[in-house]
């Protein structure tokens, strides 16, 4: 049987519906959610995903704020306006665009967030809370996925997840989430390298298999169990043998493991175009909890 | 053939002399190392715990100091005698003693140790940084299990860990210390816990076992791979069936399964006394950096 495919694009649409209503219940209480951002430089990837970002809160009703610092921006400049956006009461949620350029410190930059903007969820204290189970906000990606599971109705208790990165904004987030015992999570947790030796025993145990490797066909078929979630958030840009034209690919082998898994997110149209959502969600959920707290 | 018995005492041991080094060494320079336990009400187990850190701490030469407050302090209170501890250039470390009253919120109250004192890593922005692979104190029953296994030339890198419990304390921040890319570290770890289905499938497989789920004997040996090394972090009270005295055991059934693991831990006599020497490290080592050696 073809596994079902799980569709970002669509679950994203549903989700900025929800979080329409959300921000007009705000909006008569008159505040109106404000995301602010951070972008150094013109790194062109980074450019296009701000503005990908901005059009999304221009399509829910968001408030946004980028500020543009020169490539050559001092640090104290760069604390300056991030302590800037701190104190700005009509933004709730913050994020700084990576990768910041070589002379400026991401550890101490995020650091400098305030913790109660931070819809990132990079700020040290952000992932302290969220490995000890305190609420707090995670990562795009890791709700992202966490969404896509459970609204195409996979709960992840009790499941077998293995996570094939441990890295600081995908693997150890991930696992910070489905560890706890919390609704929507309570899984038991893998975090393996792509080095792992033997990943292949790690991976066809998992009935929830998540992959970020940037590696095409990472993830051959043989490597996954009958029946498996499998979540694929590669990215890579590889030429089509036929056609001969340039096309995205995640890091499984799709044509092959579709046939196996239960459900699979594609590569492009899977967990991607749920990222830009999930931040909006989290800066919707920053400035609820923000003007209850008045 | 029976496990290697790693012995926890003789560790802990080397590594209190080789503090002692260290300490003389700030000696030099004026600085005795101080650790300030903060201890409220009189819960008895916590009574004896903080006996032992005071041993040890005699036994490195590190001043330890408890601040003994009453089981009905206010939070707000609490807080400000942490923030006194945090200004007092006496102490270099801090730890506040669990569990506290009901009444009490350990995280907001630990949430005001200064990082740069949090000698247990209580602080979350200290968790925050041990997950992120960022320079911190590690908790010290994990620490101290990393330890055990390197100075018993066990080292996880490249291994399978399953580790077995999720706690606060030792669970999740042992997962985080052995999964970064780092040396001594570079584990696979796998997190199992209650929900987990089928956990001897999980320990079965694996080369490290930690298991810290405060239940006796809950590893038996038929979830032991043979040749596996096994660390007991356990410490359950139970009554001889025999002499009808109470005495500790771990959460690994210990005479079963040392005639089939590589290496074990026992109970008493494993983690417990590295334990206590890790959270004399920790303090020797934010009296350096206060000191900046």
């Keep these: 049987m073809t596994a079902k495919i799980l569709d970002g694009r669509k679950l994203s649409r549903e989700i900025r519906e929800e979080l329409k209503g959300r921000i007009n219940e705000l909006k008569e209480k008159g505040i109106t959610p404000g995301l602010g951002g951070l972008l150094v430089g013109e790194d062109p990837g980074s450019v296009t995903y701000v503005g990908l970002k901005s059009k999304a809160c221009e399509e829910v009703g968001l408030r946004e704020e980028i500020v543009r610092l020169p490539e050559d921006v001092t640090e104290e400049d760069l604390l300056k306006s991030i302590a800037k956006l701190n104190q700005d009461p009509k933004i709730h949620g913050i994020f700084i665009q990576l990768p910041l350029p070589g002379h400026l410190s991401e550890e101490k930059a995020l650091a400098s967030i305030l913790p109660q903007k931070d819809v990132d969820g990079f700020h040290p204290l952000s992932v302290g809370k969220a490995w000890l189970g305190q609420p707090t906000f995670f990562p795009a990606v890791v709700v992202a996925i966490q969404e896509m599971l459970t609204r195409y109705g996979y709960d992840p208790e009790g499941k077998e997840a293995v996570i094939v990165n441990v890295d600081n904004m995908v693997g150890k987030p991930l696992a910070s989430l489905l560890v706890q015992d919390k609704d929507k999570a309570r899984a038991n947790v893998t975090l393996c390298y792509p080095t792992t030796p033997d990943l292949a025993s790690y991976t066809r145990r998992a009935d929830i298999l998540v992959v970020s490797v940037n590696k095409p066909k990472f993830i051959t078929a043989d490597m996954v169990k009958e029946g498996a979630l499998v979540m694929d958030f590669g990215s890579n840009w590889v030429e089509d043998p036929t056609t001969g034209k340039r096309k995205t690919v995640g890091d499984v082998d799709f044509e092959a493991v579709k046939e196996k898994a239960e459900a699979i997110t594609p590569v492009p149209g899977g967990i991607g175009p749920m990222l830009v959502t999930m931040l909006l969600a989290n800066t919707v959920w920053a400035a609820e909890m923000q003007s209850s707290r008045k | ?293």
């Design chain 2, 1 to 293: 053939m029976p496990a290697e018995i790693i012995d926890g005492r003789r560790i802990a041991e080397q590594i209190r002399e080789e503090l002692k080094e260290r300490i003389g060494k700030l000696k030099t320079k004026g600085v005795v190392p101080g650790l300030a336990v903060v201890l409220v009400g009189e819960d008895p187990a916590s009574l004896s715990y903080i006996r032992g850190i005071e041993r040890v701490g005699q036994a490195c030469g590190i001043y330890v100091e408890v601040l003994k407050l009453p089981a009905e302090i206010e939070q707000e209170e609490l807080e400000v005698r942490i923030e006194e501890l945090n200004q007092n250039p006496k102490f270099h470390g801090i730890i506040l003693q669990l569990p506290l009253p009901r009444h009490l919120d350990s995280l907001s109250a630990e949430s005001k140790i200064s990082p740069q004192k949090d000698v247990d890593g209580t602080n979350p922005v200290n968790t925050g940084k041990l997950l992120l692979g960022e320079e911190t104190f590690f908790p010290s029953t994990p620490y101290g299990v990393q330890e055990l296994l390197l100075r018993s030339g066990y080292s996880p890198e490249g291994k399978r860990v399953a580790i077995c419990g999720r706690s606060n304390i030792v669970g999740k921040p042992l997962a985080a210390i052995l999964m970064q890319k780092k040396s001594g570290a570079n584990a696979t770890v796998t997190i199992c816990h209650t929900r987990t289905k089928d956990l001897a499938s999980v320990t079965r497989e694996a080369d490290i076992i930690v298991a810290a789920m405060g239940k006796a004997k809950a590893i038996t040996a038929d979830m032991v791979k043979e040749g596996a090394v096994v660390i007991d972090v356990g410490v359950n009270p139970m009554k001889d069936p025999e002499t009808g005295k109470t005495k500790l055991v771990g959460d690994v059934d210990f005479e079963a399964v040392k005639e089939k693991a590589g290496a074990i831990t026992p109970v008493p006599g494993g983690t417990g006394p590295v334990t206590s020497v890790m959270l004399m490290a920790n303090t020797v080592r934010a009296a350096e950096q206060l000191a900046e050696i």
